[in-house]
């Protein structure tokens, strides 16, 4: 394998050690699958077998393997947490070591129908959210197979944080504590986890001969781009499990970022941007059109907007109303791309104060680090919620130097939002390491940065084609 885990080696490891049938073949097959791994030379990892019938066991197996550098996951037998059974919540200890080490945990049951497995293996991870667990435990990482995700999805339908020790909605843990592993070839089933989980916490091992296209016709196009194919048949599952060093992955919080790319009309107008027939007056227009919608947004994402009981001429409507002013809040654009968007803010709130800061890439350095020129502030700013904007967030660089500016002059990083059209995940990464408070709306978070530091597929140079000084 060459120092790559395979998802589909990984998948049947997992299959023979869930049929273990009692703790002390658990404890052998362990030891054998450890020998295994440790005498091929790194090209073979595994997942250690924890039988929940003698807790005891499983805790020693744990504390025996935990920082083996080839046991990477544990594999947890969970009837009895789905049944709750006597004890079940001691399983919960065991999550807990789990966590402590940094381990994964496979959840599975020992039984011979795959619908009762499925069935159990559902119930199990709903009683883990009802519990509260990930909440005690927000480090936790579960990975299920894709075949039990609408049977999660239907029995937690409904669930809101508060009716159970639950403190979140349901979409935050798919997207923060639940992985999912999957051999289903039908890409429209593949298309539906992504939606669920995002690209990086699917590990896909794909039917033999799998390419990812979208049907059998000969002239078919693949359905998914190659770093996300990367992404979903090898990269996740080395960077979930710690086999190596995977370039342009990266880890973002999504706590604090906002993506809108699941509005239709944002689409449209996007799909119009990322054409590279597009004219520029054409380009222009849509990008308006685009702007409006991201302001419209992020000044319902202020402070000052609260939520509020509203009296209809029919009845009661819980809505939202703006309980601020303009003097409290102020747009400051990186110039100067972020000065079209700036423009759209200033539409639709008048008097807005406005702030300036200019930062240029040095084109001749490897990393085009960002360089600040100029700066104009209002001098009450850091009494000020700051609406920071720019069309691109490549590298974060200029984001960051900008931060910087708001930060030296008195802004908190949490009385920020900065407001973009396309991101890629290192640069989200980059600034939520410096600035871990501040928040992000955008429109969409797209693949990756190619060698000269453009965002793909995003649109080119923004700027270049909105104000049309292409070359």
């Given at each position: 394998?060459?120092?790559?885990?395979?998802?589909?080696?990984?998948?049947?490891?997992v299959?023979?050690?869930?049929?273990?049938?009692?703790?002390?073949?658990?404890?052998?097959?362990?030891?054998?699958?450890?020998?295994?791994?440790?005498?091929?030379?790194?090209?073979?990892?595994?997942?250690?077998?924890?039988?929940?019938?003698n807790?005891?066991?499983?805790?020693?197996?744990?504390?025996?393997?935990?920082?083996?550098?080839?046991?990477?996951?544990?594999?947890?037998?969970?009837?009895a947490?789905?049944?709750?059974?006597e004890?079940?919540?001691?399983?919960?200890?065991?999550?807990?070591?789990?966590?402590?080490?940094?381990?994964?945990?496979?959840?599975?049951?020992?039984?011979?129908?795959?619908?009762?497995?499925?069935?159990?293996?559902?119930?199990?991870?709903c009683?883990?959210?009802?519990?509260?667990?990930?909440?005690?435990?927000?480090?936790l990482?579960?990975?299920?197979?894709?075949?039990i995700?609408?049977?999660?999805?239907?029995?937690?339908?409904?669930?809101?944080?508060?009716?159970?020790?639950?403190?979140?909605p349901?979409?935050?843990?798919?997207?923060?504590?639940?992985?999912c592993v999957?051999?289903c070839?039908?890409?429209?089933?593949?298309?539906?986890?992504?939606?669920?989980?995002?690209?990086?916490?699917?590990?896909?091992?794909?039917?033999?001969?799998?390419?990812?296209?979208?049907?059998?016709?000969?002239?078919?196009?693949?359905?998914?781009?190659?770093?996300?194919t990367?992404?979903?048949?090898?990269?996740?599952?080395?960077?979930?499990?710690?086999?190596?060093?995977?370039?342009?992955?990266?880890?973002?919080n999504?706590?604090?970022?906002t993506?809108?790319?699941?509005?239709?009309?944002?689409?449209?107008?996007?799909?119009?941007?990322?054409?590279?027939?597009?004219?520029?007056?054409?380009?222009?227009?849509n990008?308006?059109?685009?702007?409006?919608?991201?302001?419209?947004?992020?000044?319902?994402?202020?402070?000052?907007?609260?939520q509020?009981?509203?009296?209809?001429?029919?009845?009661?409507?819980?809505?939202?109303?703006?309980?601020?002013?303009?003097?409290?809040?102020?747009?400051?654009?990186?110039?100067?791309?972020?000065?079209?968007?700036?423009?759209?803010?200033?539409?639709?709130?008048?008097?807005?104060?406005?702030?300036?800061?200019?930062?240029?890439?040095?084109?001749?350095?490897?990393?085009k680090?960002a360089?600040?020129?100029?700066?104009?502030?209002?001098?009450?700013?850091?009494?000020?919620?700051?609406?920071?904007?720019?069309?691109?967030?490549?590298?974060?660089?200029?984001?960051i130097?900008?931060?910087?500016?708001?930060?030296e002059?008195?802004?908190?990083?949490e009385?920020?939002?900065?407001?973009?059209?396309?991101?890629?995940?290192e640069?989200?990464e980059?600034?939520?390491?410096?600035?871990?408070?501040?928040?992000?709306?955008?429109?969409?978070?797209?693949?990756?940065?190619?060698?000269?530091?453009?965002?793909?597929?995003?649109?080119?140079?923004?700027?270049?084609?909105?104000?049309?000084t292409?070359?």
């Amino acid at each position: 394998m060459n120092e790559v885990i395979d998802s589909n080696l990984l998948c049947a490891v997992v299959r023979f050690l869930c049929h273990s049938p009692c703790d002390k073949v658990s404890e052998l097959l362990n030891s054998s699958l450890h020998k295994a791994c440790e005498n091929s030379s790194g090209k073979l990892f595994g997942v250690a077998s924890l039988m929940t019938n003698n807790i005891e066991q499983a805790e020693a197996e744990i504390y025996k393997y935990c920082n083996s550098k080839f046991v990477k996951a544990f594999g947890i037998e969970c009837t009895a947490l789905a049944n709750q059974s006597e004890d079940y919540k001691r399983i919960y200890y065991l999550f807990q070591l789990c966590d402590a080490a940094q381990r994964p945990v496979f959840l599975h049951c020992r039984e011979s129908s795959q619908l009762k497995v499925s069935s159990l293996t559902a119930q199990a991870v709903c009683q883990i959210v009802n519990d509260g667990i990930f909440d005690f435990y927000p480090g936790l990482k579960i990975i299920i197979n894709s075949s039990i995700v609408p049977l999660v999805i239907e029995e937690l339908d409904g669930n809101t944080p508060g009716n159970s020790l639950q403190k979140q909605p349901i979409e935050h843990y798919f997207k923060n504590n639940i992985l999912c592993v999957t051999s289903c070839p039908d890409i429209n089933y593949l298309d539906y986890l992504i939606q669920i989980f995002g690209y990086n916490r699917i590990l896909y091992s794909p039917p033999e001969n799998s390419n990812l296209i979208s049907d059998n016709t000969a002239n078919s196009e693949p359905a998914f781009s190659q770093l996300i194919t990367q992404k979903l048949m090898a990269s996740n599952a080395m960077r979930l499990f710690g086999i190596s060093d995977v370039d342009r992955l990266w880890e973002v919080n999504m706590e604090n970022v906002t993506v809108l790319d699941n509005l239709r009309c944002v689409q449209l107008l996007s799909s119009k941007l990322r054409d590279k027939s597009t004219t520029t007056k054409d380009f222009m227009l849509n990008a308006d059109r685009l702007m409006a919608v991201l302001a419209e947004e992020a000044l319902s994402m202020i402070p000052s907007v609260k939520q509020k009981q509203i009296q209809t001429p029919t009845g009661v409507f819980g809505g939202l109303e703006d309980t601020g002013s303009t003097e409290k809040l102020c747009v400051v654009s990186i110039v100067r791309s972020g000065d079209i968007l700036q423009e759209a803010v200033r539409k639709l709130s008048p008097g807005i104060k406005v702030g300036k800061i200019l930062i240029q890439r040095d084109e001749e350095s490897p990393d085009k680090r960002a360089v600040l020129y100029y700066k104009k502030l209002p001098k009450d700013i850091s009494d000020c919620f700051v609406l920071l904007v720019d069309p691109m967030l490549a590298t974060g660089g200029s984001l960051i130097c900008a931060t910087e500016v708001l930060v030296e002059n008195g802004v908190k990083p949490e009385q920020i939002l900065f407001v973009n059209l396309f991101s890629v995940e290192e640069g989200l990464e980059n600034i939520q390491k410096k600035f871990p408070g501040m928040r992000v709306l955008t429109l969409s978070i797209d693949e990756y940065m190619n060698e000269s530091k453009y965002i793909v597929p995003g649109v080119g140079d923004f700027g270049d084609r909105y104000y049309g000084t292409t070359d």
